[in-house]
Structures are given as C-alpha cells and as structure tokens.
C-alpha cells in the first residue's frame, strides 16, 4: 500500500508558476513515480513521470515548461510549473505505478495504481 498527498495548488495568472508537492509514504521500491491531470468532463492526461533509475518522461504539452523532481530524504515528489497556461488548469494528481515508464503517461485508468485526494490548479488568462 502506498499513500500520497498532494500540495501547493492555487490560482495564479497566465504565464505564472507554482511548484506542486506530494508527499509518499507506504512501500513504493521501484514504482513509477508521477503527475496527472484532469478536469471535468473529460479523461485524466499523464503530465510528467519518472523510473526508479531517474529517467523522465513528460507530455508534449509541458515540455519545456514543467519539471519533475524528487528528495528521496523527505520522501517527496515535485511539479515545478513554468509558464502557465490556462489551459494547464485542472485538478493535479500524484500517482505511483508498478509500470514501464514508457506507459506510465498513457494509461489514464484511475484504477491502476496508487493516487492522491488532487490539488487544484488555476490559471486565469
């Protein structure tokens, strides 16, 4: 079992930036390790991913604006976002995944894997 929670959501204006955080706890050893997004109506979008050997994976539309990152001391995953969009608003979610990495971000099935409660992102234009 593993359990995260998510923090740093807000609301801020286009072309802004927010670092989100999750904290993990429970047995994640050699998990895939990331962030997806989903607003109402429509499908979860894998964000940002990484392996148990550091490598990253991230979508397409955040590429150059979006960091993934972790401390392995405080057992914390982050999300530095970059360059806002209002596009980018959607309520953000931790997830940890027995998983290739390479499939981490394509599979939006909410029940596989391990996912935190979501922290809110706005982005007014």
């Known amino acids: 079992q593993a359990q995260l929670r998510e923090s740093g959501g807000g609301s801020v204006q286009s072309g802004g930036s927010l670092k989100l955080s999750c904290v993990v706890s429970?047995?994640?050893?050699?998990?895939?390790m990331g962030w997806f997004r989903q607003v109402p109506g429509k499908a979860p979008e894998g964000v940002a991913a990484?392996?148990?050997?550091?490598?990253?994976s991230y979508a397409d539309s955040v590429k150059g604006r979006f960091t993934i990152s972790k401390d392995n001391r405080k057992n914390t995953l982050y999300l530095e976002m970059n360059s806002l969009k209002p596009d980018d608003t959607a309520m953000y979610y931790c997830?940890?995944?027995?998983?290739?990495?390479?499939?981490?971000?394509?599979?939006?099935?909410?029940?596989?894997?391990?996912w935190g409660q979501g922290t809110q992102v706005t982005v007014s234009s």
């Open positions: 990484f392996d148990y050997d550091g490598a990253t």
């Open positions: 997830v940890a995944r027995w998983t290739p990495l390479r499939e981490f971000l394509s599979d939006n099935n909410r029940d596989f894997g391990y």
């Open positions: 429970g047995y994640t050893k050699n998990y895939c």
